[in-house]
């Protein structure tokens, strides 16, 4: 029977211990994760707001800056702020979302089993971050959506 000091076995306890506590932590840490991406917010879209868009990423049409206004869950004015959103705004001013559509386009990627399909709120509960990609192996499938300056009107 080979001797092993007793200083070895608590350098290897130790490590044993400390591997575990590292595996249990990376879970954790990965779980909360996890659930903030696919949190869900409560928010109803109002009858009528503006917000502004900053569209990105891929080969969508949807690219640029846009200031928009919504009246009854339908675009009534799109403005582009840069040379992008100008040119949809003008071209294709159809292709300009609400954000309840935004909210949609992210729900059928999840259905779609995208695999990035998540979204940050702000405090009031609207959408202020999108991010979608259906093939991470795919060029040019992403997008990513920054709302901000919402305001409901009345």
């Not at 070895?8 to 575990?20: C, E, K, N, P």
């Not at 840069?82 to 729900?107: F, K």
């Not at 059928?108 to 995208?114: F, L």
Request: proline share 3%; net charge negative; hydrophobic share 40%.
């Amino acid at each position: 029977m080979t001797a092993v000091s007793r200083s070895t076995r608590a350098v290897f306890s130790a490590s044993l211990i400390g591997g575990l506590l590292w595996a249990v932590a990376a879970c954790g840490a990965e779980t909360a994760k996890s659930t903030s991406a696919h949190r869900r917010s409560n928010w109803q879209e109002p009858s009528a707001y503006t917000y502004t868009l900053h569209s990105s990423e891929g080969e969508r049409s949807l690219i640029g800056t846009f200031r928009i206004t919504v009246r009854d869950g339908a675009v009534v004015k799109a403005a582009g702020l840069d040379d992008s959103g100008r040119r949809v705004a003008q071209d294709i001013p159809d292709a300009v979302p609400t954000m309840g559509e935004l909210l949609e386009e992210l729900e059928q990627a999840r259905r779609d089993d995208a695999d990035v399909a998540e979204a940050e709120y702000a405090a009031e509960g609207h959408p202020a971050r999108i991010s979608l990609d259906w093939e991470k192996d795919a060029i040019d499938d992403e997008a990513l959506y920054v709302i901000s300056a919402y305001q409901q009107l009345g």
